[in-house]
């Protein structure tokens, strides 16, 4: 019986295939042919329906939790009044702490909702035009990745990312931005290619420099950084001309695979750029590879499942699933750690009814991306220091420009949303003892002393304030504790010596 329910099981599988071949030869069949005049290698570019819909899911989910992870930067801008834009024509538009803080929640949320495919061609638009302001706006962001994203968000707004009608994973969509965007990705891999031509880089210095851990080993191990170096070159003026051409994505698809997840493995901090690029490979691996990994799953009986779970939030229990989005994504807002979270959720209830307003056809979806965006908040709030390193900054930048209460309000917010971290109450105790706050400031000092027991610097401003106040004994005491938990802390051996030279 089991022999008979397996071969049953691949009867089936093997007839929905048969059924999905049909389907598209009807698709292909019906669809308009490029026209004579219009140049094939732009507008007769495609790809599986397939395709299309995992890389829009990963890219931009991927796009989504960058953005919040930048969300920490935002104490830089606007620090002191001053800043240069990138344009000109910005300096008078420059994002400031808040601004830029609610441009990545906001930028988040609609790359969320485009990973879902809701409303893609309005979200795109808004997303692409917060992005470019948000990188063009300073040269704080000096990062030229970026640069490429936005390119290519300005390019996915033309990509048909929406589901045609009848559409089946193996559909052919055709899209000449797709096309471009690969391109640019070919223009990339050429400049980095020219730019390495140098003496610093051939020899192997510079790559030297930039890798560290088991990768560094490895090469040092293998073949040495000089050899590596210039492979490093030859893979990618290998993928600037390959990346972009069907016929030599069996070339392009492992090489760029292998080189990005190498810059992975070297521990460069350049924020996601490096899964994005991974991410992108989605469209360059060749469509035979996903068709056949989706002959071999359980494609056709989860796209039955999920048909049937889309009918039936088709009527009210879609306007059901909306209610309870709206509300549970309110919720996640007014609990997440970020600053000015509770506002821009208020804000984005609005989005929620614009967008439902703007496309009725698809109620469920809208309320299922909204659901998910709020979700994918919490969740890297949660499992990220972005929120406490953002009024870390905050506080740093501040107390630098000589602000001492902003400095402490913003370490006080830090002690709220990471009340376990030895840092925010080192900084909060130093400033309250700086302006005679002397009990509270205090008790931070010694909250940070629990919280970091192998570190000195809470020991040394303790002692620092009890020296200035007649109390030397105690201040020797305290510096001596210092050193024990961290002895190789120049500060505390420093003052210590100081001290009991003194005495002596």
């Not at 803080?101 to 879902?116: D, E, K, N, T």
């Not at 936005?150 to 055709?174: E, G, H, M, N, Y």
Request: proline content about 4%; hydrophobic content about 50%.
């Amino acid at each position: 019986m089991a022999k008979k329910s397996k071969h049953g099981r691949g009867k089936q599988r093997r007839q929905a295939a048969r059924d999905e071949r049909v389907a598209v030869e009807k698709v292909i069949a019906t669809s308009p042919q490029v026209p004579a005049e219009e140049p094939a290698f732009w507008f007769g570019f495609d790809v599986s329906w397939a395709k299309l819909v995992l890389g829009r899911f990963v890219l931009f989910l991927l796009l989504a939790i960058d953005s919040l992870l930048n969300f920490s930067h935002a104490p830089r801008y606007g620090a002191g009044d001053f800043n240069v834009a990138q344009l000109p024509l910005l300096d008078g538009l420059a994002p400031t702490r808040p601004s830029y803080a609610i441009g990545q929640l906001a930028c988040a949320y609609l790359f969320a909702l485009i990973a879902c495919g809701a409303a893609t061609r309005i979200a795109l638009p808004i997303v692409a035009a917060i992005y470019g302001w948000l990188y063009f706006g300073s040269h704080l962001d000096s990062y030229q990745h970026h640069y490429l994203m936005w390119l290519i968000l300005v390019l996915s707004c033309f990509v048909p990312w929406q589901k045609p009608a009848d559409a089946v994973p193996a559909t052919r969509i055709r899209s000449w931005a797709l096309r471009l965007i690969l391109v640019q990705l070919g223009i990339l891999y050429l400049w980095a290619a020219i730019s390495k031509i140098n003496p610093a880089w051939v020899d192997g210095r510079t790559l030297s420099q930039q890798v560290v851990g088991s990768m560094k080993s490895l090469i040092t191990s293998t073949v040495g950084f000089k050899i590596a170096s210039v492979m490093v070159i030859l893979v990618e003026l290998t993928l600037a001309f390959t990346v972009w051409i069907k016929r030599t994505w069996w070339i392009a698809a492992p090489l760029g695979l292998l080189l990005h997840i190498g810059i992975v493995m070297t521990g460069l901090e350049i924020g996601l750029f490096a899964w994005l690029m991974i991410g992108m490979y989605i469209f360059v691996v060749p469509d035979r590879i996903w068709g056949w990994l989706a002959e071999r799953s359980p494609l056709p009986t989860l796209r039955g499942f999920l048909g049937v779970v889309a009918d039936w939030f088709a009527g009210a229990a879609g306007w059901i699933l909306w209610v309870i989005a709206g509300a549970l994504g309110l919720i996640l807002a007014l609990v997440a750690r970020y600053d000015h979270a509770g506002a821009v959720g208020l804000v984005l209830i609005a989005a929620l009814i614009g967008l439902t307003i703007y496309d009725r056809k698809h109620v469920a979806r809208i309320a299922l991306a909204h659901l998910v965006a709020f979700t994918l908040w919490t969740i890297v709030d949660r499992a990220t220091t972005t929120a406490p390193d953002y009024y870390r900054f905050w506080g740093g930048s501040s107390r630098r420009l000589g602000d001492t209460k902003t400095a402490e309000y913003a370490y006080r917010k830090m002690t709220e949303v990471a009340p376990n971290e030895g840092a925010g109450h080192f900084q909060l105790g130093r400033l309250l003892l700086a302006r005679d706050a002397s009990d509270e400031g205090l008790t931070e000092l010694h909250r940070a002393e629990e919280l970091e027991p192998l570190k000195a610097r809470a020991y040394v401003a303790e002692a620092k304030w009890l020296l200035q106040h007649g109390r030397r004994d105690e201040a020797i005491a305290k510096v001596r504790e210092g050193t024990i938990v961290e002895p190789t802390d120049s500060e505390a051996r420093s003052l210590l010596d100081s001290l009991v030279g003194g005495t002596k």
